[in-house]
DNA sequence: CAGGATCCAGCTAGATACTG
DNA sequence: CAGTATCTAGCTGGATCCTG
């Protein structure tokens, strides 16, 4: 961890297209609840009140749209059962099956820098 | 690239503390600006004007707020030069260099699915 | 059960003007 | 040069009510 060897991973590739599709992903994963609704499929497939209750804190409103965002990109599929009551089913597509990959190496990230960062703001917010 | 093997690197982890540092990372890093910053101060440190020129569109305010947001998280070392005109360079700390890593592994995931994302969205959209 | 429709508070980020 | 201060439009997200 904090590894400094000075082979560079990122400068090659720091081109402004690929700048912009970092970018564009992160817009995409970066919101509020893309990545819980992304993790909680991660199990299986699930219905709206069972991803409604497993997320906490998300408004109906909410998970209704994140979830018709990830449908819109292609990470998660929807499939209505036309019954009473309606059965909706939403799974991750492979599409969202791959992007978690990524996104858990950031959160390996995460978990391992989390006290790194917290002390630097404890600094940072101690000289007022 | 859509490898869906079944061996999940995810579900294991999926805990919500862990799920917790995830989101504050994507938060910390999933803004419109940071990762630019990130990114231009790759190449090493930069003085405030320069990045200014160097990150198409940011304006001077946001540039601002973002290096001081990514300074307080320990990510960018800020040093001044008490000389007229003042002179203040900006570079990466070790934690800012090691977070380039996995934010460029969600760069090669957004240039290897740029285009399965691109016409899920064009399918989703046709269909009114 | 699975949403759609409204309304609204709060934050984000841009524009502009000014300063040591 | 490297900011700070102020004002504001627009977006994000929550609360609430309604429906097939």
């Not at 998660?76 to 190496?105: C, F, I, K, N, Q």
Request: charged share 30%; hydrophobic share 40%; glycine share 4%.
């Amino acid at each position: 961890m904090l590894s400094d060897r000075h082979t560079d991973v990122t400068d090659a590739e720091h081109s402004p297209i690929r700048c912009q599709a970092v970018n564009d992903i992160l817009a995409r994963v970066g919101d509020k609840w893309s990545m819980q609704v992304v993790m909680s499929l991660s199990a299986g497939p699930m219905r709206f009140n069972e991803l409604r209750r497993a997320i906490d804190g998300i408004s109906q409103r909410m998970l209704t749209r994140t979830l018709r965002a990830l449908e819109r990109d292609g990470l998660v599929d929807r499939e209505v059962t036309p019954s009473v009551p309606p059965r909706v089913d939403y799974s991750l597509t492979m599409l969202g099956r791959s992007l978690r990959e990524p996104v858990a190496a950031l959160g390996v990230w995460a978990m391992e820098n989390r006290s790194h960062i917290d002390s630097a703001r404890a600094r940072f917010d101690a000289e007022e």
